[in-house]
């Protein structure tokens, strides 16, 4: 061996001065600030958003099980008790039907919005801390994971400016639709993967493309970024010489598609129906702005539609079946759309949930939960000045296409100006009574026109940043003094009464085995879900009699809210709400015991402090007997 060879230490120096860090971690150290770095946009962004959410719902957090959103607190109550349900499945405890609520017939899971996949990711947060907690963080969450997926959309597959893209994302994720339905609808404000459902749509187009262009002329006319490689799916594989279609891209296009889909249908299947409108309207209005491009791709565009539907349908046809034509499932829609329109007069009105909103324009929706058209008419003007300064361009047509088409459709099947109904039919009227078409909601169409406005909102400022002259700062100035009116104001929140130490002690499991059904008094009503909170905070481990609950109670089996009150049900109700002791005979006894056995009741509860307590003690005393004090309840074993 020479004397000039290097010894150990001197072949790897910094593992000699610094033995106690391994050169695998270190390198994993060193590739994670690497990526940090490289994305040091996208999550500043990511931080600003989260933020933003965290303002708008902090009213929450100082005690999310003793808070509620005040706007809007039954759903709320109702959406808890879905995030409990869920949550069993990490103990293996779960199925489409459950027998904890409307016992003993239960609820069609799938019939009803209860948000599944969210409630199964979140089942640790649920079982660890509460589903009250699990809904805080759930209400922020998606409105922040909402515009951080958009905002990843519009750099990768627009190749837009961040700030340009930021002030799109931030639309589509705070605009007044989103904030409103942030009042207790989680499976409305959980879009975040409706930005990965349009990504892979696109992903397949260019991928069908022969020419390797599909669907990214308007993406090259923006992507002009100097000296930087185009990222991600930017412009597909404009460019790379490619002649005829990538028929691998198409499968993993069309397999991610059915998958996302899939998913998406266990988070909110309205959103996916919107999406997937609001897409067909826009695929058929680039198509006849660029037939060069039909002629092209339609034929493997359309196979991968038809896989992507193959695959989708056969994870989802037990379910879908499951929902419409299963135990307790429904097959109609309960909501008039003649009720549930949006009033044309509120497209030009800000939102009361925004700072320049006023308390009035209320009067033009049917709730807090619904304001989701209310853009203002600063916002509409600069977005169709910016349509017209962009230009016939097709990905430009087919966003204005789609504002007109969804927006023209939550006029609902008869046009109303400022709170009265005129005798002018709207075009939803062309697709009243169609199957799953009756299930949504008209004035929420208007949710799908917030995307599209923010894209051509994009589109001219990139456009205008790229650019030189006047309309590189006019451009988005013009954008950023629209959008200021609209921004959102926090939530309002309230106490709520809290719960009896019966339930959160544990204290029910003396009269009720877990599986077992409680009857608290009165009975949840969808009005009055409050007793459901019981079953929420005891992870749904018992079950309720009747409740909140969309299932087939309605004339002919129709969908309705709730069921039908038993006797005994209807009684204590009475009395809850207008006190008095009724008269208690051998019959009403008879029927209080049939009634019970028919909900197969394991004891009633009634809480301490309970409005009429005296009155509903007196009564359950005639019914089952004298009641047992159990901490801060009666109960009365049957």
């Not at 499976?187 to 459902?197: D, E, K, N």
């Not at 204290?507 to 085995?513: G, L």
Request: net charge positive; with cysteine; proline share 8%.
């Amino acid at each position: 061996m020479s004397s000039a060879a290097r010894t150990v230490p001197d072949a790897a120096p910094a593992q000699a001065l610094r033995p106690d860090v391994p050169a695998p971690a270190a390198g994993r150290w060193v590739r994670f600030r690497g990526a940090a770095a490289r994305h040091r946009g996208d999550l500043l962004v990511g931080l600003l958003f989260t933020a933003l959410a965290g303002w708008l719902t902090h009213g929450l957090w100082p005690d999310p099980s003793g808070r509620v959103l005040a706007l809007n607190p039954e759903d709320q109550a109702l959406y808890e008790w879905f995030l409990a349900v869920d949550s069993r499945a990490l103990l293996g405890d779960f199925g489409l039907l459950t027998d904890r609520l409307n016992a003993p017939d239960g609820v069609n899971l799938m019939a009803n919005t209860t948000v599944i996949a969210l409630g199964v990711l979140f089942a640790p947060v649920t079982l660890l801390f509460g589903a009250p907690v699990t809904f805080a963080v759930l209400a922020g969450l998606n409105l922040a994971g909402t515009a951080l997926a958009w905002h990843l959309l519009f750099t990768r597959v627009l190749g837009a400016r961040r700030l340009a893209a930021a002030l799109g994302a931030g639309l589509c994720g705070f605009g007044p639709g989103m904030v409103s339905q942030t009042n207790s609808h989680l499976h409305m404000t959980a879009q975040w993967l409706v930005p990965v459902i349009v990504w892979l749509v696109v992903r397949l187009l260019r991928a069908a493309d022969p020419l390797g262009r599909g669907g990214s002329s308007d993406a090259d006319r923006l992507q002009s970024r100097r000296g930087e490689d185009r990222r991600g799916e930017g412009t597909g594989d404009a460019g790379s010489g490619r002649v005829g279609p990538d028929r691998r891209r198409m499968l993993t296009s069309a397999v991610g598609l059915a998958a996302v889909v899939s998913i998406q249908v266990f988070v909110g299947e309205e959103v996916l129906f919107l999406c997937a409108l609001t897409l067909l309207v826009m695929a058929v209005t680039y198509a006849l702005a660029d037939r060069a491009l039909l002629r092209r791709a339609l034929p493997g565009f359309a196979g991968g539609i038809l896989v992507a539907a193959g695959l989708a349908l056969l994870v989802l046809g037990y379910p879908l079946w499951f929902q419409f034509a299963g135990p307790q499932g429904v097959a109609d829609g309960m909501f008039s759309p003649h009720y549930f329109s949006a009033d044309m007069s509120s497209w030009w009105t800000l939102s009361p949930l925004s700072v320049a909103g006023g308390d009035d324009a209320a009067r033009l929706t049917t709730g807090p939960a619904e304001y989701n058209t209310f853009l203002g008419w600063p916002l509409l003007v600069v977005a169709a000045g910016c349509a017209i300064w962009l230009g016939r361009r097709p990905l430009v047509l087919a966003c204005a296409a789609g504002a007109l088409v969804m927006g023209a459709l939550s006029l609902g099947p008869d046009v109303v100006v400022a709170g009265d109904r005129t005798s002018l039919p709207g075009p939803y009227a062309l697709l009243g009574g169609l199957p799953v078409v009756d299930g949504a909601l008209p004035m929420r169409f208007a949710l799908a026109v917030l995307p599209l406005a923010a894209t051509m909102l994009v589109l001219a400022v990139d456009r205008a940043l790229r650019g030189t002259g006047r309309a590189r700062r006019l451009v988005p100035a013009a954008v950023g003094v629209a959008l200021l009116p609209i921004l959102p104001v926090p939530l309002p929140t309230a106490e709520r009464p809290s719960l009896p130490e019966f339930v959160t002690a544990g204290h029910w499991r003396e009269c009720v085995r877990p599986g077992g059904v409680l009857v608290p008094v009165p009975l949840p009503t969808p009005k009055e879900p409050w007793p459901m909170r019981w079953a929420t905070a005891a992870d749904a481990e018992f079950g309720l009699p009747e409740g909140f609950f969309i299932g087939p109670y309605g004339k002919d089996g129709t969908a309705a809210m709730g069921t039908w009150k038993r006797p005994t049900s209807a009684l204590l109700t009475d009395v809850a709400k207008r006190g008095g002791r009724p008269a208690v005979g051998d019959a009403e006894r008879r029927q209080a015991a049939r009634d019970a056995a028919r909900w197969g009741a394991s004891c009633f509860a009634l809480a301490a402090g309970t409005r009429h307590e005296d009155d509903l003690r007196a009564t359950l005393d005639q019914l089952y007997g004298p009641g047992e004090r159990i901490a801060d309840a009666w109960i009365w074993r049957t």
